[in-house]
């Protein structure tokens, strides 16, 4: 009984921090590796697109003087570094995975092809994607957006610490409600935000559902491939 057979993760590179304020937390590492095991382990085939928020940001290197460009492109490469920590942690416990680089870096990941990602896939290896889109002014999340219609993924679950989309940031406002299921044309009429709108537009456009869920409770991701209703589904 598993509802999404092919399914792009997108992890945050803040997800990966745990209580620290800078960096990976090793202990989270391994939380979010036998989580993703699990996946693989009912038959789902799992795609990853990892952040870097937690190493570099480019625009707020932008406001340090480091020129936005440059910046990008250095928060590009914190975006290699955690998939390269998180694959190493999925190897650790016997997953089969391949790291792939949007900038060309042959000798730590592959260039990406996407045939060759999606063979990739189908023979049970989790692919981790990372340099985003490998081009400045863009996002993870972008990047999340762009390979999941690539691949013909059938659904984004874009991890968070809330478990879901609210009327409101439920850590400020005690009052926010949240939304069990949400339409894209909603999720804009009332100004939430779930991704980048660069992002959110492209899985608007083609139609591609997005699962806000809490990425630090155990068992969701293996809930929402078997289809309960864990988080926030945005679609149609
Ligand atoms: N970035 C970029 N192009 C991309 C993806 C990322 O320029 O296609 C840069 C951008 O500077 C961004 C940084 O890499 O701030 C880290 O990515 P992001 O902020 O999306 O990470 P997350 O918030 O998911 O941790």
């Known amino acids: 009984m598993i509802k999404y057979k092919r ?23 391994s939380h979010y590796a036998y989580q993703i095991k699990a996946l693989t382990e009912v ?5 990853i697109v990892i952040g870097g928020g937690n190493i570099f940001r480019g625009l707020q290197a932008s406001e340090s003087g480091i020129e936005r460009v440059q910046g990008d492109y250095m ?11 998180l694959q ?26 996407r045939r060759r990602a999606i063979r990739h896939l189908e023979k049970g290896r989790v692919v981790i994607f990372s340099s985003g889109i490998g081009s400045p002014y863009f996002t993870t999340d ?30 400020k406002d005690p009052a926010a409600t949240k939304f069990d299921k949400l339409t894209f044309a909603k ?8 991704m980048d709108m ?3 537009t492209l899985c608007r456009e083609n139609n591609l559902p997005i699962i806000v869920f809490d990425i630090n409770h155990n068992e969701n991701l293996l809930r929402i491939v078997k289809g309960e209703a864990v988080g926030t589904l945005v679609e149609g």
């Open 7 to 29: 399914v792009l993760l997108k992890l945050s590179g803040e997800s990966l921090m745990g209580k620290q304020k800078f960096g990976i937390d090793p202990n989270m590492l």
């Open 43 to 47: 038959g789902v085939q799992v795609a």
């Open 75 to 85: 928060g590009m490469m914190a975006t290699v570094i955690n998939g390269m920590a």
């Open 88 to 113: 190493s942690a999925l190897e650790t416990i016997g997953v089969f995975t391949r790291l792939i680089s949007a900038i060309e870096m042959k000798q730590i990941a592959e260039p990406y092809i």
């Open 142 to 171: 972008s990047a999340a957006a762009l390979r999941a219609n690539e691949i013909n993924a059938d659904v984004i679950l874009k991890g968070t610490r809330v478990d879901g989309i609210y009327t409101a940031d439920p850590e």
């Open 187 to 194: 999720v804009i009429s009332l100004g939430l935000s779930v």
């Open 198 to 200: 660069t992002a959110f």
